[in-house]
């Protein structure tokens, strides 16, 4: 099927034959996916995040430097920030992640869905700031524009809600929705990142939507300590955070994808080689909330 032009992406033009056949011999996004598990060493994270607190740096968590490493390996790493729409391949207009934030800690509690773009080379305090904004405001404004447009579309009779939700789909593929329909949702991003840990549960692998064009799904689980062997073979106990990706292999191939996760791990491992130290970055980050 042929598309137009996107707002959210560019047709890439210089895809080898053997990946542009992919959307058509796998046309669906559940048919295409691969799983595979990380266990990074967050020892050194914790330690930087800790001296970060210390040294007056904006609250920062580990999940919320997950979310900054994941953003700047996909920056690195700009094949990863793909998507297949239409039979096509797409670069996306910059980097989106997406992560959900519950209205309270309760068994019946609402989840928001957070949609933020990460610039190139932002500041570390910058992002922290912004995503403490956007889940104080996720969590006491009121209905979300997309659950607003889940309602109407809930108003119709079951035949008809089917016909408009294969009518969406077909738009898409064409890239013809309106931005107004694409941009808060969720699923129109670079990737959606779950974190479990915080609800102290282990991380499961998620499935891709059919519904979007987001390729990449990583749950992060809680941190627990486990026997693991140094260089020179000694068992030492080590923190480790548990990684677990689901991934759209139209992308991309599988070679390119196993080194953008190392990068990932290799920036969570050693934050002082990516990041500096925690008590520079932040005399060097500006206050750019107002207060």
Request: hydrophobic fraction near 45%.
């Amino acid at each position: 099927m042929w598309t137009g032009l996107r707002r959210d992406g560019r047709i890439v033009a210089d895809v080898p034959d053997e990946r542009a056949i992919m959307p058509f011999i796998m046309r669906r996004r559940t048919e295409s996916t691969v799983y595979f598990e990380q266990l990074v060493d967050i020892g050194a994270a914790q330690e930087w995040i800790e001296r970060w607190n210390r040294a007056g740096g904006p609250r920062l968590s580990l999940f919320v430097l997950v979310l900054y490493e994941v953003a700047e390996m996909l920056h690195a790493r700009p094949r990863m920030n793909r998507f297949v729409a239409g039979r096509r391949l797409y670069q996306r207009d910059g980097v989106h992640l997406a992560f959900g934030a519950l209205k309270e800690f309760a068994d019946n509690a609402p989840l928001e869905m957070i949609k933020r773009r990460f610039e190139p080379g932002e500041d570390l305090a910058a992002v922290v700031r912004g995503l403490e904004l956007s889940i104080r405001d996720a969590r006491t404004a009121g209905v979300a524009a997309v659950d607003k447009e889940l309602r109407l579309f809930l108003r119709l009779p079951g035949p008809l809600l089917d016909v408009a939700v294969s009518a969406f789909h077909l738009l898409d593929a064409f890239g013809v929705l309106p931005a107004a329909l694409t941009r808060p949702d969720p699923m129109y991003s670079s990737a959606v990142v779950s974190n479990l840990g915080s609800l102290k549960t282990d991380a499961a692998f998620h499935h891709l939507y059919e519904h979007g064009n987001c390729p990449l799904f990583l749950v992060v689980g809680s941190v627990r300590p486990a026997p693991v062997a140094d260089d020179l073979g000694q068992i030492r106990v080590r923190q480790l955070l548990p990684l677990r990706w689901t991934f759209d292999e139209r992308i991309e191939d599988g070679l390119y994808a196993a080194r953008s996760a190392e990068l990932l791990r290799a920036r969570l491992e050693d934050p002082v080689q990516y990041l500096g130290r925690p008590e520079d970055a932040v005399g060097r980050a500006p206050d750019r909330s107002g207060r």
